[in-house]
């Protein structure tokens, strides 16, 4: 269920994401242009629907969207890949799920989630740039699942062999987009190579 999506476009916007030099509106500019890109793969199977039109020459019978698309970006760093999703997919609603680590059991705790009715016949896209250890986003999907999504795309920039097995064994149901596939996680939890806290680069905070 893993799809590591590698165009040059791709590639290299997120080389500028990684480069510790890129500012905060590159930063911004450059995760919301990967998002983009990254949902014309994502939405490559979507349902389509048989309709009939008239263009300015003909009656004609063509096909449009049958599905209805729910972004629901985990906070705060997903808050960055809905602008350039929604670019591409106006009609999208957007939910939103905050997730925050206990400090003494170390397991994900929901302090904030809103999302639209009827999740159940939608198709949920979960954003988060990286999936690190996997366990936030599990969780986060876990949730959505609770709310009655039955469909659901984890969409991420960049990932670890950690948190993609983690995510398998949790939701093998759950496709997983991610533009780069890194080498491990560091002793303070940091994607290697990686781009950094995204949640900090993409506001400009500490």
């Known amino acids: 269920m893993l799809k590591v999506l590698e165009h040059p476009l ?3 916007k997120l080389t500028q994401l990684r480069r510790r030099e890129t500012g905060t ?16 793969e994502i939405t490559r199977d ?3 629907k048989n309709v009939g039109i008239i263009t300015p020459v003909s ?3 063509t096909k449009e969207l049958s599905a209805e698309i729910v972004l629901i970006p985990v ?9 350039g999703i929604t670019n591409l997919i106006p009609d999208a609603k957007v939910g939103h799920i905050g997730m925050h680590r206990d400090h003494e059991t170390l397991k994900p705790i929901t302090y904030f989630s809103k999302f639209p009715i009827n999740l159940s016949e939608v198709v949920v896209m979960v954003l ?14 876990q949730v959505i699942k609770d709310s009655g999504a039955r469909t659901v795309k984890l969409v991420s920039v960049v990932g670890t062999p950690e948190g993609v097995k ?11 987009y991610i533009a780069a596939l890194d080498e491990k996680l560091n002793e303070k939890g940091y994607i290697v ?3 950094g806290d995204a949640g900090d680069r993409l506001f400009g905070t500490n």
């Open 10 to 12: 791709i590639t290299h």
């Open 193 to 195: 190579p990686g781009l």
């Open 166 to 176: 983690r995510i398998e064994t949790d939701h093998p149901d759950v496709q997983i």
């Open 25 to 40: 509106r590159d930063f911004r500019y450059n995760l919301s242009e990967i998002s983009a890109l990254m949902a014309y």
């Open 59 to 61: 009656p004609a019978t």
């Open 46 to 48: 979507l349902p389509m």
């Open 128 to 141: 988060d740039p990286m999936l690190a250890t996997g366990g936030s986003a599990s969780a986060a999907i």
């Open 75 to 83: 906070l705060r760093a997903g808050l960055g890949m809905v602008e």
